[in-house]
C-alpha cells in the first residue's frame, strides 16, 4: 500500500469515528434539541463556507424567489439551517417513523390510493431536494416498496455505516443511474416504487429545461422510465411542519398523450414535473436545497449590487 493510500485510509478511519460520535450524540438527544444544535452548527457552516453560502445566494437570485441581495442571503442561511435539520432527522429516521404514523400527515389522491394498495402495480415517484426528501422515501416504504438511487460515498467506512442505518425492509439504495435503467423496470415490473429526484443537474448527460425560467442540465430517466413502462408517474413531497413532523403529498397522475415525437414527449413529461417542484418551493423557498448548483446553462444578468468573483461566478458583495 503506498504512502498517500494508508494516509486517505487514516484520514477515513478519524472521519468514521468522528461520524460514529456524532451520530451516537444524535441518537441521545430529542428531536427538538438535536434540531437546535444542527441549526447553530449551520449558522456557523453558513459564515465559513463561503463557497456554497454564494452558490446559495446566486441560486435564489436566479430563480426569481428573491431580488434583493441582502434577502437572498437570509433566505439562504433558514436553507442552510433547514438542511442541517434534515441531516438530523435522516439519521433519527427509525426513531422517528417506527411506530409514529402520528408525526405523518397523508396527502394521496384516490387514484393513486388505488395503485398503492394493489401489490402488483408499479409507481414512479418524482421528487426534488425540497423537504427531507429522505424521511419522505423511508416512509412512504411503510406502504409500497420502495427503491431509489444514491451516490456512494468516497469513505466506504461510513458509506456503509449510513447505509445500514436504513430500514432494513421495504426500502433498498441502488448505485446512482448511469445508462442502466433496467434495475428500475424490474422493481415496477414488481410492484415497487422507483423514487427519483429529478433536479440533480445531468452535467452534459441530460437536455436542457428551463427550471425557474432558466435552462437546466436535466435528466431524463424519469420521463423515459414512465414513456416507456407506462408507470403511473406522480411529484411527491415531504414538507416539515416541525422538527421530526411531516406531511407527504402526492399529486394526481402525471399523464402526457404520446404524440409520436419522443423528445418532445420527454420534455412535456419534465416539464410538468418541474412545475409541480417549483409550486412545491414557492410554498416553502426556506426548505429547498439551494447550495447545490443547479444551472449551468444560459446567461443571466445580474441584479444591483453583484460583482463577478473567482471562477467566473457571480457572487454578491454581501455574500
Not at 441549526?39 to 437570485?61: G, H, K, Y
Request: aromatic share 8%; charged share 25%; proline share 5%.
Amino acid at each position: 500500500m503506498s504512502a498517500a493510500a494508508r494516509l486517505r485510509t487514516l484520514r477515513h478511519a478519524v472521519e468514521y469515528s468522528f461520524v460514529r460520535l456524532l451520530v451516537a450524540v444524535i441518537d441521545l438527544l430529542p428531536i427538538g434539541v438535536a434540531a437546535w444544535l444542527a441549526r447553530r452548527l449551520a449558522d456557523a457552516m453558513f459564515v465559513v463556507d463561503r463557497r456554497r453560502r454564494v452558490v446559495a445566494i446566486d441560486n435564489i437570485l436566479r430563480a426569481g424567489i428573491e431580488d434583493d441581495p441582502a434577502a437572498a442571503k437570509r433566505l439562504a442561511r433558514r436553507s442552510a439551517r433547514h438542511f442541517a435539520v434534515v441531516l438530523v432527522e435522516t439519521l433519527k429516521a427509525r426513531q422517528l417513523l417506527d411506530g409514529k404514523t402520528e408525526r405523518i400527515e397523508l396527502r394521496i389522491p384516490a387514484s393513486i390510493q388505488a395503485v398503492l394498495d394493489d401489490p402488483g402495480a408499479g409507481l414512479l415517484v418524482a421528487t426534488g431536494h425540497f423537504g427531507n426528501w429522505e424521511v419522505g422515501a423511508q416512509a412512504f416504504s411503510r406502504f409500497k416498496p420502495v427503491v431509489a438511487s444514491a451516490r456512494k460515498m468516497s469513505n466506504r467506512f461510513v458509506d456503509r455505516f449510513l447505509q445500514r442505518r436504513k430500514p432494513a425492509q421495504g426500502f433498498r439504495l441502488v448505485p446512482e443511474w448511469f445508462g442502466s435503467p433496467s434495475r428500475y423496470t424490474e422493481a415496477l415490473r414488481n410492484g415497487e416504487a422507483v423514487a427519483l429526484l429529478i433536479d440533480l443537474d445531468a452535467r452534459g448527460e441530460g437536455i436542457k429545461l428551463d427550471f425557474f425560467g432558466r435552462p437546466a442540465a436535466t435528466h431524463v430517466t424519469t420521463a423515459m422510465l414512465h414513456l416507456v413502462t407506462k408507470a403511473p408517474l406522480v411529484f411527491a413531497s415531504c414538507l416539515r411542519v416541525a422538527p421530526g413532523r411531516f406531511t407527504i403529498e402526492l399529486s394526481e397522475r402525471i399523464d402526457i398523450r404520446p404524440s409520436g415525437d419522443k423528445g418532445a414527449d420527454v420534455r412535456a413529461v419534465l416539464g410538468r414535473l418541474n412545475e409541480k417542484l417549483e409550486e412545491a418551493i414557492r410554498s416553502a423557498p426556506d426548505q429547498y436545497l439551494w447550495a447545490h448548483s443547479r444551472w449551468k446553462y444560459g446567461s443571466w444578468t445580474p441584479p444591483e449590487g453583484f460583482v463577478p468573483v473567482s471562477g467566473g461566478r457571480l457572487g454578491s458583495r454581501i455574500a
